[in-house]
Nanobody
Framework: QVQLVESGGGLVQAGGSPRLSCAASGRTFSRVVMAWFRQAPGKEREFVAAISWSGGTTYYADSVKGRFTISRDNAKSTMYLQMNNLKPEDTAVYYC??????????????????WGQGTQVTVSS
């Protein structure tokens, strides 16, 4: 059974730079694509960033490109999301996800098999 546990969220002032972590257990972490999604109140879950199994390739939503950085440490079975220059519109529950189903897009939430419980990030202006 794969378990993903996010941490690092909280109340942050606009312009702040928190880092989220996603710790994985229960399987071989290093051979799967991982991603971050977020969901704001009243909105659908949206793609934030994804990273290849090696960490060598990353993908970002246009809304966070240049401000967020996704990374992973396979030795620690942990993925990170460094968020810089946060804006109030970044307020959401942030989820980590793993294991994209074969043939599906890594930017689609329905493509992922495993999810964490989410961590709230609230950006105050």
């Amino acid at each position: 059974q794969v378990q993903l546990v996010e941490s690092g969220g909280g109340l942050v002032q606009a312009g702040g730079s928190p880092r989220l972590s996603c710790a994985a257990s229960g399987r071989t972490f290093s051979r799967v694509v991982m991603a971050w999604f977020r969901q704001a109140p009243g909105k659908e879950r949206e793609f934030v960033a994804a990273i290849s199994w090696s960490g060598g390739t990353t993908y970002y939503a246009d809304s966070v490109k240049g401000r967020f950085t996704i990374s992973r440490d396979n030795a620690k079975s942990t993925m990170y999301l460094q968020m810089n220059n946060l804006k109030p519109e970044d307020t959401a529950v942030y989820y980590c996800a793993s294991d994209v189903r074969v043939g599906e897009s890594m930017t689609t939430s329905g493509a992922y098999q495993y999810w964490g419980q989410g961590t709230q990030v609230t950006v105050s202006s």
